[in-house]
């Protein structure tokens, strides 16, 4: 009984202390009314996007949708990106600008833009530190699916991260149209 007692008391602080990390962990993840960490990423449109120019140059009334995806020509991926090539339409009726974003190699999403016929910019973050300011980096290696939308001052209004790739278009702007974005 001794013996037990004392692996007890050695044992327990160490639960409590890995309980308390991972509190502390979902704790520092992103919600709706947090600023959106700024980025400087690069894309395949050619451009370089830096988040708070971005917002600047917004039209009034206007916001930002950053769809973060896994990986590049994977299956939810293709579907995700199809989607926003073939029904962005629904999304540009609304003021807003929007982005995918992976942690893969630019010179691979480039490939996957021209693949998919993207006309939006595909944002390239190797470095995975946009992913990780996010809380979207998964194990050190890709990013979760999620989009993130932001209003003109770069306050996160809602945080999807049950994307179905199929309808990720229709999804988004229905989504804009409940946070009331305006329309063009």
């Known amino acids: 009984m001794l013996r037990s007692n004392a692996l007890v008391k050695s044992i327990v602080p160490g639960v409590f202390a890995v309980l308390a990390a991972i509190a502390g962990a979902a704790t520092s993840a992103l919600v709706p009314g947090d600023t959106a960490p700024d980025f400087e990423l690069a894309s395949t449109d050619g451009n370089t996007y830096r988040l708070s120019e971005v917002l600047a140059g917004l039209e ?37 600008r929007y982005f995918m974003a992976s942690v893969d190699p630019l010179e691979e999403n480039k490939r996957f833009a021209k693949a998919m016929k993207a006309e939006f910019p595909l944002l390239s973050d190797p470095d995975k530190s946009a992913a990780r300011a996010y809380g979207v980096l998964h194990q050190g290696r890709f990013a979760f699916r999620v989009n993130f939308y932001l209003d003109a001052e770069g306050k996160i209004l809602a945080i999807d991260r049950n994307v179905n790739p199929a309808t990720a278009a229709p999804d988004v702007a229905a989504r804009l149209a409940e946070l009331g974005f305006e329309q063009r």
């Open 60 to 96: 009034e009334g206007g916001g930002v949708v950053l769809a973060w995806y896994p990986r590049a020509f994977t299956s939810g991926c293709t579907l995700e990106c199809k989607s926003f090539a073939e029904d962005g339409e629904m999304i540009s009726a609304y003021k807003v």
